[in-house]
């Protein structure tokens, strides 16, 4: 067997061959832990860097945001969206560009705009689109169908309040316009409505109010076929309560001014009410006739009558035809502007209502 040579001092050390078991080459040796030190230094140098940039740099959230909520107020304050001082909600954020309210009209739920009070370096000059939430009870914008309001001035002012009292509306529906006066059939759709108002809202557009009287009310824009009416206040009231003296014959809603006559299909009318507002094209029209369901005027061919025989009494009246003080009988009935019953033959006679605000009757009666 033959040996190595000695190693002599002084010459190069012999390569050394590695042992059939050697360590595992993911074990590094101390010069390759200081290279990789060096690398990850480096990656973690790098990334400060990257995060010191983009520290300066970054846009910052604005202090308003959208979905935050603000006061109603010129300069608006921030408060958390349940504070009841949180009448508005941010619907969106636009460059400030003067006019900077029709920037906003993006937003299909905003109804005022506000310049951002607190500008930023990284956040300029901005005007903040609000929508009204629940909290605020003053622009009509918050409305859902189902509240109650409290209207004056014809709408210049209209309050969210609770419902039950005798003066409050209840809102139909919530319509936008284009225009004041609203011209363009205000509240159409909606069927139920009897009055309709209309406030200026963001970027000129209008906000329409479709309401209608709620029961408590007296008023007779809300009143039904078949109630009653004071003659002297034109107010709803029971139909058996003393100085009760009309009776509601129809109701109908339309957006012209009524002509003459404007019951042209009730026939005994003595009075009717048209109600306008100022600022809409919706009209609400009653059309009246006497309380007393007796009255001749409302007589049909055959009906009976009672007090005909009656010398310098009062005028007959409808009665049934199974009274036996029954004394005469509905034979005729005209209607328009020359409705008129035949000439008197005999103890015959008639009730006589010229046009005006229906087209004109003739209920004509004989005796018995």
Request: a negative charge; glycine letters at 10%; aromatic letters at 4%.
């Amino acid at each position: 067997m033959t040996h190595p040579a000695p190693f002599q001092h002084g010459e190069p050390m012999p390569a050394l061959t590695a042992p059939p078991f050697a360590e595992s080459p993911t074990a590094a040796s101390p010069r390759g832990r200081w290279a990789l030190w060096v690398v990850l230094v480096a990656v973690v140098a790098g990334a400060a860097a990257g995060v010191a940039g983009y520290v300066l740099t970054r846009t910052q959230p604005p202090a308003m945001a959208v979905g935050d909520c603000v006061s109603g107020a010129d300069v608006p304050v921030e408060y958390g969206c349940a504070d009841e001082r949180a009448t508005y909600r941010i619907a969106g954020r636009e460059s400030a560009q003067w006019p900077f309210g029709v920037l906003c009209t993006k937003y299909a739920d905003a109804t005022r705009a506000v310049l951002d009070p607190q500008p930023e370096e990284s956040n300029p000059a901005a005007a903040l689109c609000l929508s009204p939430n629940r909290a605020n009870t003053t622009d009509p914008g918050a409305l859902l169908a189902g509240d109650c309001v409290d209207v004056k001035k014809g709408g210049e002012t209209i309050v969210r309040i609770t419902c039950g009292a005798s003066a409050a509306l209840a809102v139909v529906a919530i319509e936008t316009h284009a225009k004041v006066p609203v011209t363009d059939r205000a509240c159409e759709a909606h069927t139920t409505t009897r009055d309709a108002f209309a406030q200026v809202s963001l970027g000129g557009r209008v906000i329409v109010v479709c309401a209608r009287p709620t029961a408590a009310s007296t008023s007779m824009t809300g009143s039904e076929v078949g109630d009653c009416a004071a003659a002297t206040t034109m107010a709803l009231a029971p139909c058996d309560q003393p100085g009760v003296r009309h009776r509601v014959l129809s109701v109908r809603t339309q957006h012209v001014e009524p002509m003459a006559p404007q019951c042209p299909d009730d026939g005994n009318v003595n009075a009717v009410v048209v109600h306008a507002g100022s600022t809409t094209d919706l009209r609400v029209v009653v059309c009246l006739g006497p309380a007393n369901r007796q009255h001749l005027g409302y007589g049909k061919p055959g009906d009976c009558l009672i007090g005909f025989g009656a010398a310098g009494g009062p005028a007959p009246e409808l009665v049934d035809c199974a009274d036996p003080a029954a004394d005469a009988t509905v034979t005729e009935v005209h209607r328009g502007a020359d409705a008129e019953c035949p000439r008197p033959v005999g103890a015959s006679g008639g009730f006589t209502l010229k046009p005006g605000a229906s087209a004109g009757l003739a209920v004509c009666y004989v005796p018995l």
